[in-house]
T-cell receptor
Framework: GAVVSQHPSWVICKSGTSVKIECRSL??????MFWYRQFPKQSLMLMAT?????????EQGVEKDKFLINHASLTLSTLTVTSAHPEDSSFYIC???????????????????FGEGSRLTVL | QQQVKQSPQSLIVQKGGISIINCAYE??????FPWYQQFPGKGPALLIA?????SEKKEGRFTISFNKSAKQFSLHIMDSQPGDSATYFC????????????FGTGTSLTVIP
């Protein structure tokens, strides 16, 4: 299946600092990527939908000024947690669907592939 | 409203047994139903998926059973192994709508030797 890479896999930061998490689609172009947050032993909570070349669409209750999303290219989306606080500590996961093959021919598989996740701990 | 309901929340199965996880959905427009496996500290990985034009799909020890009229689908893990111990999520989506996925609440499976 398609590969989605996420970096860093874990990060520890001080309260008040900003942290950037990168999500890359390695072997396909992703016009849409999704960012999730997951608390221990809970399901995935969709935070926002990241669209290449346009503003992200945030879910209700997610602060867009707190969680900045940039999707500057077809293979990269970034999530920046600004002025992080201990309550922002969580597991953040990105995902992408595979609308096009690497040859450029349209192929909407509808499948969703996840990155490895990033564990954020804010002290 | 929870679009996809998953049960049980946790499951303990003996090695060699059958693990069964059930999901039910509301929206009849959903046309893609994947199952994801997640190990601690890792992102979910696509395990197996089914579309509503078939009632069953089997890949190795993993089988999805799909009941369109009941709006239910289930994951069966045959000959369960300790290495299958993980959290399993069902999901549903509707193609051509931005591919938004709706996830179940997850099932923590423990396979005991």
């Amino acid at each position: 299946g398609a590969v989605v890479s996420q970096h860093p896999s874990w990060v520890i930061c001080k309260s008040g600092t900003s942290v950037k998490i990168e999500c890359r689609s390695l072997d396909f172009q992703a016009t849409t990527m999704f960012w999730y947050r997951q608390f221990p032993k809970q399901s995935l909570m969709l935070m926002a939908t990241s669209n290449e070349g346009s503003k992200a669409t945030y879910e209700q209750g997610v602060e867009k000024d707190k969680f900045l999303i940039n999707h500057a290219s077809l293979t990269l989306s970034t999530l920046t947690v600004t002025s992080a606080h201990p309550e922002d500590s969580s597991f953040y996961i990105c995902s992408a669907t595979q609308p096009f093959s690497t040859s450029g021919k349209p192929r909407n598989t509808g499948e969703l592939f996840f990155g490895e996740g990033s564990r954020l701990t804010v002290l | 409203q929870q679009q996809v309901k998953q049960s049980p929340q946790s499951l303990i199965v003996q090695k060699g047994g059958i693990s069964i996880i059930n999901c039910a959905y509301e929206n009849t427009a959903f046309d893609y139903f994947p199952w994801y496996q997640q190990f601690p500290g890792k992102g979910p990985a696509l395990l197996i998926a089914i579309r509503p034009d078939v009632s069953e799909k089997k890949e190795g020890r993993f089988t999805i059973s799909f009941n369109k009229s009941a709006k239910q689908f289930s994951l069966h893990i045959m000959d369960s192994q300790p290495g299958d111990s993980a959290t399993y999520f069902c999901a549903a989506s509707k193609r051509n709508t931005g591919n938004q996925f709706y996830f179940g609440t997850g099932t923590s499976l423990t396979v005991i030797p």
